[in-house]
């Protein structure tokens, strides 16, 4: 019977040290290893994050990662001090101001990555 362990996102970027970069400093995630087919990151509660090269860089249109937070506006404010630029939506469903959006007892805000992956950063409320 299949009984994974634990999911493990990955994450498709173009150039690694570019995205070393915004991963540890920008995010503040710890390397857990370097490897032949990328870096992976540990991502909190033992999930492990998969960052590695391919031509497919940044072409998903939806989010490839969520990040649950304790404190989303506290969050925010300081990945935005760290450069980070959240994003703006107006869609049926889901409206940001100031780059937040509450859905259904969540409060929730996305990003992108230096190669337009979507990431986003969540609260239960």
């Not at 492990?48 to 940044?58: D, K, P, R």
Request: net charge negative.
């Amino acid at each position: 019977m299949f009984e994974p362990l634990r999911a493990v996102p990955t994450i498709a970027v173009s150039d690694i040290e570019r995205a070393k970069k915004f991963y540890s400093e920008t995010l503040g995630l710890k390397a857990k290893d370097e490897r032949v087919d990328g870096i992976r990151y540990e991502a909190g509660g033992g999930t492990l994050l998969l960052v590695y090269t391919s031509q497919f860089a940044g072409t998903a249109k939806s989010t490839s990662m969520g990040f649950d937070v304790d404190d989303l506006d506290k969050a925010v404010a300081e990945l935005r001090e760290r450069g980070v630029v959240f994003e703006e939506y107006d869609l049926p469903g889901l409206k940001t101001m100031n780059g937040i959006a509450e859905i259904e007892g969540l409060k929730g805000a996305w990003f992108k990555d230096p190669d337009g992956n979507i990431l986003s950063i969540g609260q239960e409320i």
